[in-house]
């Protein structure tokens, strides 16, 4: 299938800047879903975005789903050096099939 | 909480060896995925099973083979290996007909190195 388009591909920010990440689709997804992976480490699940115009938070991380389903971004308040890692999208072109991941985007944060 | 287990961690192996890669999903769990990951990449989809059939193919090569066994673990075969595959392998696994809930659980990924 298809792959979303991520961007930035590395960020590398100041302990205490804010961070975002997006993820585009020419396509309307039915879902995306984010994914950390620590450097070393696994993909490990996030959140996911169902709804048009979607927004969840979890603490600092904010994760939005555009009106028209072809978007998503992932916000960082105040980074701190735990949010150290690349952070991925990904779809699903329907409930139960593989995920397709975008690039990913990699995240340093300086103390 | 019970998470995905995978075996061997690292495997080093040589060309023209052969490989096998396994995966314990988290119980209940009935549909198990495989992904391979190069340095610098995104997880790229291999194969899938659901009920120990294959669900989805991607791109996996003919030289590799898997299969589901009744306990549900799973068994990725690698034949006449190339450097090229030289890559981190996860395992991943999540539960069918749990309502949009379509999250996968990563395995902590073997690690092989051909030689």
């Known amino acids: 299938g298809q792959q979303v388009m991520q961007i930035p591909q590395y960020q590398h920010v100041q302990e205490g800047e804010d961070f975002t990440t997006y993820c585009n689709s020419s396509t309307t997804l039915s879902n995306i879903q984010w994914y950390k992976q620590r450097p070393g480490g696994h993909p490990v699940f996030l959140i996911q975005?169902?709804?048009?115009?979607e927004v969840k938070k979890q603490k600092r991380l904010t994760f939005q789903f555009g009106e028209a389903k072809k978007n998503s971004s992932l916000h960082i308040t105040a980074t701190q050096t735990t949010d150290v890692g690349t952070y991925f999208c990904?779809?699903?072109?329907?409930?139960?099939?593989?995920?397709?991941f975008g690039k990913g985007t990699m995240l340093l944060v300086s103390p | 909480a019970a998470g995905v287990i995978q075996s061997p961690r690292h495997l080093i192996k040589e060309k023209r060896e052969t490989a096998t890669l396994k995966c314990y999903p988290i119980?209940?769990?009935?549909?198990v995925y495989w992904y391979q990951q190069g340095p610098g990449q995104d997880p790229q989809f291999l194969i899938s099973f659901y009920e120990k059939m294959q669900s989805d193919k991607g791109s996996i090569p003919d030289r590799f083979s898997a299969q589901q066994f009744s306990d549900y673990h799973s068994e990725l075969n690698m034949s006449s290996l190339e450097l090229g595959d030289s890559a981190l392998y996860f395992c991943a696994s999540n539960q069918r007909g749990r309502l949009y809930s379509y999250e996968q659980y990563f395995g902590p990924g073997t690690r092989l190195t051909v030689t």
């Open positions: 975005l169902v709804k048009s115009g």
């Open positions: 119980p209940r769990h009935d549909t």
């Open positions: 990904a779809k699903t072109v329907s409930g139960y099939s593989t995920l397709t």
